[in-house]
T-cell receptor
Framework: DADVTQTPRNRITKTGKRIMLECSQT?????MYWYRQDPGLGLRLIYY???????NKGEISDGYSVSRQAQAKFSLSLESAIPNQTALYFC???????????????FGPGTRLLVL | AQTVTQSQPEMSVQEAETVTLSCTYD???????LFWYKQPPSRQMILVIR??????QNATENRFSVNFQKAAKSFSLKISDSQLGDAAMYFC????????????????FGKGTKLSVKP
């Protein structure tokens, strides 16, 4: 089974709808992240969480919110979806520490979102 | 703010040959980590190789190796004996060290290089 899972894998929604993307991990990592990938722009950070009570905005948080329901679960919500939020969304996890392996982020398979 | 630049939007290599992907970064920090991720058509982000800035020795993982030039802020990826399965987007990424607090742990990505492998 995959260590980091995302649901749904693909989603089509309409402008103005509220949607939630979910991420679960079995790696036991403290830290979780949401990224957005647009063609030609690489990945950009939306939100990140270092533990259940610690949530922080990333580079492009406007129009998004998150919830860290448990150490293993981190959800991303679009309160009122708009077409320019059409993108590929990735969840990632990492373990707190200072060794090289602990600094590595492990990614889920991604959710492709289309907002019409 | 830290930035990561990949100046080659696309690269092509013949199967079994060697190819080098370029990455430069800008930072004033001394403690950081650098990564190369591979994204095949399946879109999964897969870690290829990782380098700690405090280590002078270049990281290697089988056919993948890096040329880390800290003074020049350069972090290129060399793929030897290229295989068809190496065809993918490759992303270079930077992460600041823990000593800086704040947003440590977040990856800053370059825009990627699309690698094609010709049979």
């Amino acid at each position: 089974d995959a260590d980091v899972t995302q649901t749904p894998r693909n989603r089509i929604t309409k402008t103005g709808k509220r949607i939630m993307l979910e991420c679960s991990q079995t790696k036991g990592h403290d830290r979780m992240y949401w990224y957005r990938q647009d063609p030609g722009l690489g990945l950009r950070l939306i939100y990140y969480s270092f533990d259940v009570k610690d949530i922080n905005k990333g580079e492009i948080s406007d129009g998004y919110s998150v919830s860290r329901q448990a150490q293993a679960k981190f959800s991303l919500s679009l309160e009122s979806a708009i077409p320019n939020q059409t993108a590929l969304y990735f969840c990632a996890t990492s373990e707190f520490g200072t060794s090289g392996t602990q600094e590595t982020q492990y990614f889920g398979p991604g959710t492709r979102l289309l907002v019409l | 703010a830290q930035t990561v630049t990949q100046s080659q939007p696309e690269m092509s290599v013949q199967e079994a040959e060697t190819v080098t992907l370029s990455c430069t970064y800008d930072t004033s920090e001394s403690d950081y980590y650098l990564f190369w991720y591979k994204q095949p058509p399946s879109r999964q982000m897969i870690l290829v190789i990782r380098q700690e800035a405090y280590k002078q020795q270049n990281a290697t993982e089988n056919r993948f190796s890096v040329n880390f030039q800290k003074a020049a802020k350069s972090f290129s990826l060399k793929i030897s004996d290229s295989q068809l399965g190496d065809a993918a987007m490759y992303f270079c990424a930077y992460r600041r060290g823990e000593i800086y607090g704040g947003s440590q742990g977040n990856l800053i990505f370059g825009k990627g290089t699309k690698l094609s492998v010709k049979p």
